[in-house]
Nanobody
């Protein structure tokens, strides 16, 4: 089982930036694929970005559109999400996720793809 702990959320004005971090502990094989999901009030939890151990990256292009960058430091067992040009629509709880699976050819991910979840960090973007 992987333990994930997010940090870096907060309140920011529209157009601003935030960097989320996720400290992970557990077996490295259980973190082959890591990523971020988010859930806004009264909305479904949705995929934001995913990165594999080998740094293959997939973004949800419905809304990321070049504004976010996911990265991971395997030596530190830490996952990051740099978010720029934030919009009020980005307001949500952001969750760090991990899976031992390696996915190929995926454009989208669903929450059932990931068995390990952090408790989430709130991001609020004011207009």
């Amino acid at each position: 089982q992987v333990h994930l702990e997010e940090s870096g959320g907060g309140v920011v004005q529209a157009g601003g930036s935030l960097r989320l971090s996720c400290a992970a502990s557990g077996r490295s094989n259980d973190m082959n694929t890591m990523g971020w999901f988010r859930q806004a009030p009264e909305k479904e939890r949705e995929f934001v970005a995913v990165i594999t151990w080998g740094d293959r990256i997939t973004y949800n292009q419905d809304f990321v559109k070049g504004r976010f960058a996911i990265s991971r430091d395997n030596a530190k067992n830490t996952l990051y999400l740099q978010m720029n040009s934030l919009e009020p629509e980005d307001t949500a709880v952001y969750y760090c996720v991990a899976s031992p699976r390696v996915f190929y050819g995926r454009e989208l991910y669903i929450k059932e793809d990931f068995g390990s979840w952090g408790q989430g960090t709130q991001v609020t973007v004011s207009s």
